[in-house]
């Protein structure tokens, strides 16, 4: 097995490899500090400090305070991501195809750190990390009030 240390970020399928050969050794903490390549946490079941240098989410300071998981490997943790405490509400199967997100606030980020896209029926937008960005459909259309401006440094039609 590779060494834990070595990687910032973890596939689901190395997340399920790590939990399968190591039942029994999950916890959980409380995020304390952040640091440039490591962050402090507050076990929960024996208030021990330990530092985590590994991790399967990027952690920021917003997230200090926060209830996280964790599996212990050998002598080191790796954090899995944050747990959320009380969820309101269980979403069935018929509400998870019917349910929207509405997010009504004056500007939302998304932060990715690969590839983003986002499809519905023909229809899809892909934003690719190394810049790219592709809008495919049925029929495109763009509109402004203004000036509609394409700038390229070719501009190919048909």
Do not use: C, W
């Not at 980020?109 to 960005?133: P, Q, R, T």
């Not at 000036?147 to 039609?157: C, D, Q, T, V």
């Amino acid at each position: 097995m590779e060494k834990i240390k070595e990687k910032e970020y973890y596939s689901d399928f190395e997340y399920s490899r790590l939990l399968n050969e190591n039942r029994g050794l999950i916890t959980s903490g409380y995020i304390l500090e952040l640091t440039k390549d490591s962050f402090v946490v507050m076990l929960e079941n024996n208030s021990e400090k330990v530092n985590i240098t590994a991790s399967m989410k990027r952690f920021r300071e917003e997230d200090i305070g926060k209830l996280i998981l964790l599996i212990k490997l050998r002598d080191d943790y790796i954090a899995l991501g944050r747990l959320y405490q009380k969820p309101e509400h269980i979403i069935t199967k018929e509400e998870e195809e019917t349910e929207e997100l509405v997010i009504k606030k004056k500007s939302v980020k998304i932060d990715v750190y690969k590839d983003i896209e986002l499809n519905n029926g023909k229809g899809s937008v892909s934003i690719k990390s190394d810049g790219k960005v592709i809008v495919k459909g049925e029929n495109v259309t763009t509109r402004a009030r203004r000036i509609n401006k394409i700038r390229g440094a070719a501009i190919e039609l048909n």
